[in-house]
């Protein structure tokens, strides 16, 4: 069992940088992530990917441990983007002959296209939590995209229903969810960013969706929100467009941006109760901040959360930053976790 963490503990939203000997770095930084598969950004031969992949897992964990984090992710070393991994893993989808829907920004991109029932043929990131829970004697957290998010991200020429289609996929990440509880997890994240960039449909069953998704979770949950990767979306909205919805949810933290969104923490009160995983590390930049600023940061939204719930976390990913400046802001939030921990 891992040891109990410490007030204020550290986390990362999950994803880091994959070497440059795994993935082809240059090219994931030129195109919107993946929502199908795309084997082609791999650099390892199909027959070493995996235990290449291991390798990479294995140098994610080692950077969180020596920066000093409480809580480690896998990293998302395996994965071409945050959702594609698991979404096109799912039964219902055709891979070969994608749909198309608009992204974030406007532009049409390929996604799984829905021509049957989503269902699971079997778990699907068990094995990588099992690997996370074998190589760490530190609390180990697992993400895996929301439901929401999923619908948005594909085609439906199935359901024809679009709440129907993000229903069903709520069923599948509860199940998911219920194994990675069973293999070894210790809290589980769902990431929902489109939550954020689709308000009006999420205000229609967004809630519906997620309280179904971690409906009886076995242990703590944590669902994650944002504006999207700062190397993808440079501009940020002066606020949420749909947070205090999720005050009537299940789930027991909800992780925001606010070091490159300077959001003002009044908007986390509605959200009392819950605990909040905070986000203060700015990824739209390489530089890495001191650990004071990133200190300031958490100092000034401690009078709108709950200090006992709080976690101190990175506003997104660390996927695109360069390999050093990752470590090195990871390093800075668990220095700053320490100088305020001295102080409350």
Partial sequence: MPAPLPLL???IVGSLPQ???L?????LA????????????????????????????LLAVRAQEDAGLDVLTDGEQRRESYSNHFATALDGVDLDTPGTVLNRSGTPIPVPRVVGEIRRRGPVQVRDVRFLREHTDRTVKVTLPGPFT????????HYRDDRALALAYADVVRAEIADLFAAGADVVQIDEPWLQARPEVARRYGAEVVSRALEDAAGPTVLHVCFGYAAMVAERPEGYSFLPELADTPV??????????????????PLRGKGIA??????STPEVEAPEVVADRVRRALDDVDVEKLVLSSDCGLKYLPRASAEGKMRSLAQAAELLRAEV
Avoid: K, N, Y
């Avoid at 905070?278 to 990824?283: C, I, M, Q, R, S």
């Fill in 9 to 11: 503990p550290t986390a």
């Fill in 19 to 21: 070497p440059g000997w």
């Fill in 23 to 27: 993935i082809d770095r240059e090219r």
């Fill in 30 to 57: 030129h195109q919107f992530p993946p929502r199908v598969r795309a084997r082609e950004l791999w650099r390892v031969a199909p027959e070493l990917l995996e235990e290449a992949q291991d390798d990479a897992t």
């Fill in 150 to 157: 999923m619908a948005q991200q594909a085609q439906d020429d």
């Fill in 252 to 269: 027991g933290t909800v992780s925001v941006e606010t070091a490159q969104s300077h959001l003002d923490p009044a908007e986390l009160r």
């Fill in 278 to 283: 905070l986000g203060v590390l700015d990824l």
